[in-house]
């Protein structure tokens, strides 16, 4: 995992501004949609190449303590190839492109296998999903994947979640997974991330070399004073280091998620998170966002993307839209434009005025057929069951 190595830049004081005092430190404790990022190499042993059980183990019973008390959990686990190598005889040399591959398929059973059997011991069903950055970017594999993972989690499952090594058309590097996590969280709108590593945070010099080195607790903005002092990974099976981590908090907190870089070569490792505090626990260092999941997705919604069509919609609709009400399709008048799911419209009363903008739930072709029709009646008329909002009220700014 990181190393928090430093540049040689990174020994400068940090302002006050940028790094909130100890005693703001958060806890694991208020979050409600969870995302927990676990590295080959604490996943992993580096000699044996054998799955860390009684790691894993202790890790699924802080993953149950969570759900228990009301937390939706997805992991986000690297491991693949690391697990999968020792078996096929690719151990002690630097691997091609193909051979990281037959490994990543190898080791994805072992991994599923192994989540699957230690959640089990808590009741919990696991689903493995399979993504790459691109799945998260691309807006119609986008919201397929937060379908999903939103589905299993209503469902009571646990999204087991890893980059679909197998097919990837460049370079594997297990850091991608430090930005996968948070593409993650900000596709299901987490409002928490935690990268567990080899190091507890950030420091403002590697605390390995320089025993002056100050732990920073709190972040609140990513000053290029910050992301100097990300530096170059441990040899291991790890290769994101702190740059990745410091990439993967800019996107989390450009989605309203805060992130978290723990110690996790522990065991229980987010029940230690759990007890943090200022004056004790488990030092970590907290990314924090100007803005919640919500307001960060609507703002958005609102300020960053292209409109392709527009929804007119009855007196009705327009009411209900402003009590926060999602857009059905019986208040929906008229279509114009070209547009397909996943796209932004403008929403509009008959008279022309501005309402809202919004993703719609359906393309401009489909959307026209069911106008005016009720959601109960849209399997019919479609030939499938789709979502019962033209746009649901999270997709949606009002004006």
């Known amino acids: ?221 990513l000053t290029p004073e910050i992301e100097g002092m990300a530096g170059e990974p441990p040899p291991g099976y790890s290769s994101g280091g702190m740059v990745t981590k410091i990439a993967a908090a800019r996107i989390a907190m450009s989605g309203g998620c805060r992130m978290v870089i723990a110690r996790g070569n522990r065991l229980n490792p987010l029940g230690a998170l759990e007890t943090a505090t200022a004056d004790g626990g488990a030092l970590c260092t907290w990314f924090l966002p100007a803005s919640e999941p919500s307001s960060a997705r609507k703002a958005w919604i609102a300020g960053h993307l292209k409109a392709e069509g527009v929804l007119t919609v009855d007196n009705g609709a327009a009411v209900a839209l402003k009590q926060g009400a999602s857009l059905l399709p019986a208040g929906v008048v008229a279509v114009d434009g070209s547009f397909d799911r996943g796209d932004t419209v403008i929403v509009r009363d008959e008279e022309g005025r501005e309402l809202a903008r919004g993703i719609s739930a359906y393309g401009a072709g489909e959307a026209r057929r069911i106008l005016r029709r009720k959601s109960h009646e849209i399997e019919a008329i479609l030939g499938y069951r789709g979502r019962n909002e033209m746009i649901h009220r999270d997709d949606l700014v009002v004006r």
Not at 34 to 50: F, M, Y
Not at 95 to 123: F, N
């Open 1 to 221: 995992m990181s190393s928090g190595a430093p540049t040689e830049a990174a020994s400068t004081p940090v302002s006050p501004e940028t790094v909130l005092p100890a005693p703001a430190l958060p806890t694991l404790k208020d979050a409600r949609r969870l995302v927990v990022k676990i590295g080959s190499a604490l996943l992993v042993d580096s000699t044996s190449g054998q799955i860390r059980r009684a790691w894993l183990d202790a890790l699924a019973d802080d993953v149950a303590a969570a759900r228990a008390r009301g937390t939706e959990v997805v992991i986000v686990t690297s491991g693949a190839v690391a697990a999968g190598r020792e078996h096929l005889g690719l151990v002690g040399r630097p691997l091609r492109l193909e051979e990281k591959q037959a490994a990543a398929a190898t080791g994805q059973i072992r991994l599923a296998h192994a989540y699957q059997e230690t959640l089990a011991r808590h009741g919990i069903t696991v689903a493995q999903v399979l993504l790459t950055l691109e799945d998260t970017e691309e807006r119609r594999r986008h919201l397929n994947g937060r379908a999903t993972i939103d589905t299993l989690l209503k469902l009571g499952a646990i999204p087991v979640i890893n980059e679909n090594d197998t097919v990837a058309t460049a370079e594997i590097r297990f850091g991608d997974n430090d930005r996968l996590a948070a593409r993650v969280a900000q596709m299901i709108s987490a409002d928490t991330l935690v990268l567990l590593s080899d190091i507890d945070g950030l420091y403002t010099a590697d605390p390995r070399k320089d025993p002056g080195a100050a732990h920073i607790p709190v972040v609140r903005e």
